[in-house]
């Protein structure tokens, strides 16, 4: 087997499922001192309609039961939010179908790339505080090689976070899917193929946007998933969120992992070795932790997230090809991924948004800053439902605006 195929995994997080795709149409809209037409700058956002204007999500919401109940899903998890206000939180099912325990607000889940918008605002901290750059190599503090060719020694932290390292797409998940942990596989770093030089091409990682940790690690002499702890969770009260597989493991709250097979929902494994990559898949939270995450996402939390910081993570850096799940919604016009969210054209309208998916389980969250309003959803169980959630979601926000 070839080197290049070798490290494109078969099973790749669903948030990003064709491990083969790379975007080399453009360079980054960054290089090209380009925004999207669409893009709302900072003080130009229109003034949000009143809340009660357009909370109205019951049709939504028969929807979602409707499906949820007809497909068997065994545990959902759904939070509708405003910057300042949980508008709707509802649970459905149960934590295993092997136990009589109903998932609620407590019940903790797998967030799987959403994990990936954390590192964003880890990054941006890193940045803000002046402990890092966007922008200077990040060779230059990492005690390996990355890449086969010598233009990767260029690539930068702005570089890691939006998907435009310029490596082979999905490099290593197979190792990960294999049981490999990350520390591991970076003995092979110097191994994975050099397809363009850095910031021209879009290519989503897993095991290589992990390289946030080893900056966080090198640059301050602690784990990636302390600094989390440290400077995300506890500060938003995010109280009963965590890191890694062990805290997953020994939280009673914890829902299981299903899997369809053989006719119906059974419980599968966990994959402890995409928990060693912490910024891409290493989250765990309960659904009122991820409302408070979103609230914050929404300019809820200045002192922790201010919106200077918002905005570097949420403007688009390089745009991303057709033929993802959320890419072929028919109401996408074109999408973007900034630094730890993707950015959508909805019809005309800016959403951010990011999606998850690892063995068991699914998530979704989606931010509509315009009118100040967000959408988390999480599943306990691999189903193919959290592709549709978001859209439904949108299309039904779209209708309680034109309605009035």
């Known amino acids: 087997m070839s080197v290049i195929c070798s490290l494109i995994s078969t099973l790749a997080l669903a948030d990003d499922p064709a491990p083969s795709t790379y975007s080399t149409s453009s360079a980054s809209l960054l290089q090209q001192g380009t925004q999207p037409t669409f893009y709302q700058v900072p003080g130009q956002l229109p003034t949000p309609i009143t809340q ?56 903790v889940f797998r967030i799987a790339s959403v994990s ?16 890092s750059t966007w922008d200077e190599p990040i060779s230059t503090i990492l005690p390996y090689d990355i890449g086969t060719d010598a233009a990767t020694r260029q690539m930068t932290l702005r570089h890691v976070l939006s998907h435009t390292t310029g490596l082979m797409p999905h490099a290593f998940s197979n190792m990960l899917d294999a049981g490999v942990a990350y520390q591991k596989i970076q003995e092979k770093f110097h191994e994975i193929p050099t397809v363009c030089p850095p910031g021209s091409c879009y290519g989503y990682q897993n095991v290589v946007f992990s390289l946030v940790a080893d900056v966080v690690e090198v640059s301050l002499r602690t784990t990636y998933d302390d600094f989390v702890v440290e400077n995300i969770f506890l500060p938003l009260g995010m109280n009963q969120a965590s890191m890694g597989y062990e805290a ?11 899997q369809f097979a053989r006719g119906g929902w059974r419980l599968s494994s966990v994959n402890e070795a995409y928990y060693t990559t912490g910024p891409a898949a290493g989250v765990n939270a309960t659904i009122l932790d991820m409302a408070r995450w979103a609230q914050a996402n929404l300019g809820g939390a200045p002192d922790v997230l201010p919106r200077a910081l918002l905005d570097i993570q949420h403007t688009p850096v390089v745009e991303t090809p057709r033929g993802n799940y959320f890419n072929r919604w028919p109401k996408v016009k074109n999408a973007w991924y900034g630094l730890g969210w993707r950015i959508l054209d909805y019809d005309g309208m800016r959403v951010i948004h990011h999606g998850g998916g690892v063995r068991g389980y699914r998530s979704e969250i989606v931010l509509v800053p315009a009118y100040d309003i967000a959408l988390v959803v999480m599943f306990n169980a691999e189903t193919r439902l959290a592709n549709d959630v978001v859209p439904h979601f949108l299309d039904n926000l779209q209708a309680n605006i034109n309605a009035l």
């Open 52 to 107: 009660g204007d357009i909370a109205d999500f019951s049709t939504y919401k028969r929807w979602l039961q409707q499906e949820v109940t007809e497909q068997g899903i065994p545990g959902v998890a759904l939070a509708i939010v405003s910057s300042s206000d949980i508008l709707d939180l509802q649970t459905y099912g149960l934590r295993s179908v092997q136990q009589d325990l109903a998932v609620d607000s407590d019940t």
């Open 116 to 131: 990936k918008t954390f590192a964003g605002t880890v990054a941006s901290q890193l940045v803000s505080s002046n402990i």
């Open 248 to 258: 997953f493991r020994d939280n009673p709250n914890a829902s299981s992992p299903h």
